[in-house]
């Protein structure tokens, strides 16, 4: 870099490259079935701006995004909609679980209730709180960011095993 | 009457405003169905209650469409229907919920129902029990005799067994990872 601030070249490899703008990209599709999903809409909106993260444009397909944002209860019904949801994504996807009640069932032990989204789909970040605070939302999307640089979320260490295999 | 406050919900009023309807009501009812209703319950002075009538499971209908449309009574709303496992030999209480629009007050009917035996379906007098009886059956397995359509309407449909009965384990998880089949009949 010279002294004016502009660049001549950088080197960099290319999936490190490819991963830095994945990172500043995140797409995220809201799932949001209860009391967290209003948590989540705080997180987005002005006062917290999780576009400041790169996670700015909220799209209602899955074919569309690739993070999947679990904010809430699901029950069992649900559960195989989610499970739907998440295979209609494409790769990389990265799923982030928003809450007690996605992580675990919450206060929720009982008969109608899934036990923790990871039963179900692999979950890259679980954000813990009942609701969680926005601040805590955005650190769990900055732990996201650091993954897929590291390219350690479930998605990419998939599709790496895919190419040596 | 306050408009604003049309039906007052703290302890008592409701006996105040409405006891003198009630009595009424509960002593015609005993009149024209002489030996149809099987109990009366009447709320006590300082509570927020309503008269419970327990009714005989056949002449239910009978008895409820008379609510309904005699003059005097105007119970046209049904709010709910629900159910309580008693886990006794009549094992089962349905409950019909209703409100009188006319008369702002509200009146409960209690069927009592052993296990295995149907109760005769509200959907001819009130369309809006359908859903709620099916939910009634979804939850504890009561069938309804002459329900145009009775199948679960909460659970999945491959579910087994009836989620708030008393015998029903809390913990009865039953995980199904591809969605429930539509039947194509059902969305023509």
Redesign the interface.
Known sequence: MSKDGSVGYVTTRLDDFINWGRKHSIWPLPFGTSCCGIEMMASLAADYDMSRFGAEVIRFSPRQSDLLIVAGIINLKMAPVLKTVYDQMSDPKYVMSFGACASSGGIFNVYSVLQGIDTMIPVDVYIPGCPPSPEGVIHGLMRLQELITQGQTHSQRRLAQAKQG | MDIRHPIPTNGGEWVTQFGEIWRGQVADLKKTFDGAIEEVKMPQADATDVPIIYVKRDRLVEVLKFLKETDGFEYGFLADITATDESSELRFEVVYQLFSQSKLCRIRVKVRVPEGVSVPSAVSVWKGADWAEREVYDMYGVQFEGHPNLRRI???ERWVGH?LRKD?????????????AVDPERLK
């Open positions: 909460l659970m999945d989620p029903y384990p809390i913990k009865g998880y039953q995980i199904f990872t591809d969605p429930q």
